[in-house]
């Protein structure tokens, strides 16, 4: 073989051999030093479905949820079931977040989630059959302001709070 040629298979080598290294070993020694990245990436995890089901709680809490329905031209009737869809939806689509926080503020969430609905259909069903959306939602909120344990939301979001303040 001529020089140029085992010089050029040299070069080609020594490369490959870098950027195998710098690819593949160098980054395996950084991780190495710092902590556990499976802990960090669990850690991270539970941290955001804290924060997931602190929106949650915010969304369904019932003045955010009044508040965020447009209900104009509706019935009582006709608001009291898009009030309790919308906290099914909401719930559903937070469902998973479960397998990442305790089973007592999963217990917690699905509580207010259950409690909201409980409430909405029980002043829904005291109302008079005319009655209209705004009536309803005068009414939940007469509710809220008269009874100062109806506010289960505070009570949650302060649990979820505590709880992920354990994994910073």
């Known amino acids: 073989m001529e020089s140029n040629t085992i010089y050029t298979i040299l ?7 870098i950027l195998i290294y710098y690819l593949f070993i160098q980054p395996q020694k950084s991780t190495a030093k710092s902590p556990s990245p ?15 089901l602190t929106l949650l709680v915010d969304r369904i809490a019932l003045p955010n949820l009044i508040s965020r329905t447009a209900g104009e031209g509706l019935s009582s009737k006709d608001m009291q079931q898009l009030l309790c869809k919308s906290i ?3 719930f559903d689509y937070n469902v ?18 259950e409690k909201n609905i409980l409430t909405i259909n029980q002043i829904g069903e005291l109302l008079p059959v005319d009655a209209s959306s705004f009536d ?14 109806a506010n289960l939301h505070e009570l949650v979001s302060e649990a979820l709070s505590f709880e992920a303040k354990k994994h910073l």
């Open 88 to 90: 099914k939806d909401e």
């Open 136 to 149: 309803l939602k005068k009414s939940i909120l007469n509710y809220l302001m008269n009874e100062p344990k």
């Open 96 to 113: 998973t977040q479960q397998i990442y926080v305790s089973p007592e503020v999963w217990h917690a969430v699905k509580n207010l989630k």
């Open 38 to 52: 499976a802990i960090n990436s669990s850690n991270q995890l539970q941290l955001q479905a804290y924060e997931r």
């Open 11 to 17: 070069g080609v080598i020594l490369i490959t051999g």
